[in-house]
Structure formats: structure tokens, C-alpha cells
T-cell receptor, first 111, second 111 residues
């Protein structure tokens, strides 16, 4: 069966520091991969999605970037964090259809 | 892109009663409509979905209905139980890869 991992689970970073969040999927090949952000008490905002290695589509212009160096690995990065980057970051995957399944998430607090 | 509106934002029901959440979407080309349940601090979980060639789908105590002409779909939970308390999100696809989410409904089941 498929499993999705995210790390770290929680992170506290100062404003202006860099960020790297990692997502990996097991048990499937060539998944579509997604990064979402959820602000406290809010809905899900799609940040990036990828349909293959090196293929990244950005949904919202912002302080973040994404990369997909391997088939089942998706990385979210920032060079300099802003206070507004705080939130719950969720990675999701789908294969062969529209059903998306979420990872456990990373709770980021920028101080 | 797709715009999804979800109502109500909060819903309180007595245990055993039914709960109904409604969503509308803007893009008539949307063809896939999932519902997610998110418990506090956890990842969203896919609980049921419906495709545009189907008008209704049921899975035990939950059901989803779709009215393509009116561009709205609804989640129905019957015989609510305390474990149904959570935030529920509707979503609609607007291409083969992406989902647009509603803002969420916080459901509280009173014992």
C-alpha cells in the first residue's frame, strides 16, 4: 500500500531564515505531488504541484519554491521566511485519477 | 480557475440528527467532487467523492449528491455521532490534476 511521509513534523524558525520541508511517497510510481498550505482555522491553499521529475507548476506567487529531484520526493523551500509563511504545510499525492491523499503535515511557526 | 463556496461555516447538531453541508462551484467543466474530513491537528482524510456522471453516492451514514445544472453538491451525514465532529471540506476539480477547496465547515455533534 502507499505511504506518504513528511518531515519535520513541527518547526519553529526565525524570520529571514531558510526553509526546507521534505515529502516522500512509498508504494507507487510516477505520482502527481502537491504542496498545500493551511493557515490557522482556514482552508487549503494549493502552492505547487508536479506531474513528474523536474516539472513544477506554481499556483501562487510567493516567497516559496518547490523541487522534485526524484520520482517520489517533493521538497518545499524558502530562502528567507516571512511571518506570513507560518501555517500547516501538507503534501499530497495522486495516481491515475483525481483522488488526492495527504501526508501528516508540517506545522511551521515563523517567529 | 475554479471557485468553490461552502456553507455553513459552522454547524452544531444533536447526536443522532442529520447534518447537511452544501457547496457550489463556478466552472461547469469540473467533473470530480471529493469531500475531506479533518480532525483537529490531523491531516484531511478523503471520506467520499462523486464524479459528474453520477447524481448520488452513499457510503454507510454519509452520502453526497450532485446537481450539475445548478452547479452544487452536498454532503449528508445521518445518525450523527460524536466522532463525526470535525472540519469538513468540499472540493472540485478544474483540470485533471488540481482541486479547488471550499473554506470548510466545522461540525460539532452535541451528546
Amino acid at each position: 500500500s502507499q505511504t506518504i511521509h513528511q518531515w519535520p513534523a513541527t518547526l519553529v524558525q526565525p524570520v529571514g531564515s531558510p526553509l526546507s520541508l521534505e515529502c516522500t511517497v512509498e508504494g507507487t510510481s510516477n505520482p502527481n505531488l502537491y504542496w498545500y498550505r493551511q493557515a490557522a482555522g482556514r482552508g487549503l491553499q494549493l502552492l505547487f504541484y508536479s506531474v513528474g521529475i523536474g516539472q513544477i507548476s506554481s499556483e501562487v506567487p510567493q516567497n516559496l519554491s518547490a523541487s522534485r529531484p526524484q520520482d517520489r520526493q517533493f521538497i518545499l523551500s524558502s530562502k528567507k521566511l516571512l511571518l506570513s509563511d507560518s501555517g500547516f504545510y501538507l503534501c499530497a499525492w495522486s495516481v491515475g485519477g483525481l483522488e488526492q491523499y495527504f501526508g501528516p503535515g508540517t506545522r511551521l511557526t515563523v517567529t | 480557475g475554479e471557485n468553490v463556496e461552502q456553507h455553513p461555516s459552522t454547524l452544531s447538531v444533536q447526536e443522532g440528527d442529520s447534518a447537511v453541508i452544501k457547496c457550489t462551484y463556478s466552472d461547469s467543466a469540473s467533473n470530480y467532487f471529493p469531500w475531506y474530513k479533518q480532525e483537529l491537528g490531523k491531516r484531511p482524510q478523503l471520506i467520499i467523492d462523486i464524479r459528474s456522471n453520477v447524481g448520488e453516492k452513499k457510503d454507510q451514514r454519509i452520502a453526497v449528491t450532485l446537481n450539475k445544472t445548478a452547479k452544487h453538491f452536498s454532503l449528508h451525514i445521518t445518525e450523527t455521532q460524536p466522532e463525526d465532529s470535525a472540519v469538513y471540506f468540499c472540493a472540485a476539480s478544474y483540470n485533471d490534476y488540481k482541486l479547488s477547496f471550499g473554506a470548510g465547515t466545522t461540525v460539532t455533534v452535541r451528546a
